[in-house]
């Protein structure tokens, strides 16, 4: 098993610019996450799904938005790229939510100038 | 909702030292605790988690937390650290009484290994 990938590893983008951070996960979860780690701050939710079909904001959704039409998929789109963004993108996979171990992605640095 | 509060951002040891990191928690509920560690330019993986029963868990690389109820405290230790063990250390918890609760993580603690 692969686990959880990302894509791509590392991304500069300019200002209003839009972009799609890819996650795919073959461990067949049905509970996917979006999280942002920043100096400092620990790791903040951005989106999280309970299934195909179904998702749901955290802490941090403002400036993104996420889809899933498949069990295996979580992409993360940045519409329009804000210096706040900046930042390194963790996607997480786990079977259920409460004692269920999550899997992490190796992430995705982003640095929007 | 649930608060965690990592008390050392760093925690420089030197080789075959032992060492504890310490983490607190806040909830109106019972939780469920884990520590995750980050190595360099990765991503998180499991140490250990607390779910119920012993209060002394056992994890990978010789990585052992107890968990307090009554300091609401969820400390990681090892008796004798290695090069190979510096990485930045992050405490979580989840809510275990509500269906659907998410990980909530403290700040981190970057734990340094020097020979």
């Known amino acids: 098993n ?67 039409s498949t069990t295996e998929d979580f992409p993360l789109r940045l519409e329009l790229a804000a ?28 640095t929007v100038t | 909702a649930q608060s965690v509060t990592q008390l050392d951002s760093q925690v420089p040891v030197f080789e075959e030292a032992p060492v504890e990191l310490r983490c607190n928690y806040s909830s109106s509920v019972s939780v469920y605790l884990f520590w995750y560690v980050q190595y360099p330019n990765q991503g998180l993986q499991l140490l250990l988690k607390y779910l119920s029963g ?3 868990v056992k994890g990978i690389n010789g990585f052992e937390a107890e968990f307090n109820k009554s300091q609401t405290s969820f400390h990681l230790r090892k008796p004798s650290v290695h090069i190979s063990d510096t990485a930045e250390y992050f405490c979580a918890v989840s809510d275990r009484e509500t269906s659907g609760s998410r990980l909530t993580f403290g700040e981190g603690t970057q734990l340094t290994v020097n020979p």
């Open chain 1, 83 to 110: 210096p706040s963004q900046t930042s390194v993108y963790f996607c997480a996979s786990s079977y259920s939510t409460g004692s269920y171990e999550q899997y992490f992605g190796p992430g995705t640095r982003l």
């Open chain 2, 54 to 56: 012993s209060t002394l």
């Open chain 1, 2 to 68: 692969a686990g959880v990938t990302q894509t791509p590893k590392f991304r500069i983008l300019k200002i209003g610019q839009s972009m799609t951070l890819q996650c795919t996960q073959d461990m067949n979860h049905n509970y996917m996450y979006w999280y942002r780690q920043d100096p400092g701050m620990g790791l903040k939710l951005i989106y999280y799904s309970v299934g195909a079909g179904i998702t749901d904001k955290g802490e941090v959704p403002n400036g993104y938005n996420v889809s899933r």
